[in-house]
């Protein structure tokens, strides 16, 4: 079974490729880096970069790929879409988390890169209604000075910045790591609030997809 993973980042790979080898070995992934698509994107939007997603897509479902997962919460929603267009399962690696964050009432979402705000509310929102929560309470954080740090290859500094967020918050039920290169931070944090990832509910839910 062959899973195409889209991301924009390579520090992405090894995540996935560690995540596969506890929890699913044996299904083979294909990784698919393309840093441009998030650059364009923050500066124009995700729907300025549509057409080179469901390129990518459908040759990578022309190549054998059972489904697709799109590890970049900015394109996640784009992703989405361009799986509906060409009839392929196409999935957004923080739509899980999303789904069991809205249980909770409060929710609060921090991101390393402002581009990623706006599409991870909007996703909480939508799973929210589709739970039938009218309760939830979504509040964005954008990490002062985390991006900065991972793009000079700082991955300590990254980590530890997003952590000391989380411990500084303290008005929420769950806290929300927007995107796939802060799910390490989990670790660091001394918060009793719940603090959830994407990525092994992402590829879980993509695992499941290839195999229908």
Known sequence: ????????????????DALRDTHHPGLVLRHLVHKDLLDR???SGPETV???????????????????????????????SVGVRLGVPVLRVDRPMAAAAVR??????LAAHHATLQPTRALLVQEAERAGKRDVDVRTVLVDGAWERFEAGDHDGYLERIAAAADAVTDADVIVLAQVSMA???????????????PRPGLDAARAAAAR
């Open 1 to 16: 079974m062959s899973l195409a993973l889209l991301h924009t980042s390579p520090a992405h790979v090894p995540v996935f």
């Open 41 to 43: 994107a923050g500066e």
């Open 50 to 80: 549509a057409a080179d997603v469901e390129a990518l897509v459908a040759d990578a479902v022309a190549e054998g790929a059972a489904a697709v997962l799109c590890t970049c919460s900015t394109l996640g929603g784009v992703a989405e």
């Open 104 to 109: 909770a009432g409060r929710v609060t979402v």
């Open 184 to 198: 390490g931070a989990a670790a660091r944090t001394t918060t009793r609030i719940p603090v959830l990832s994407s």
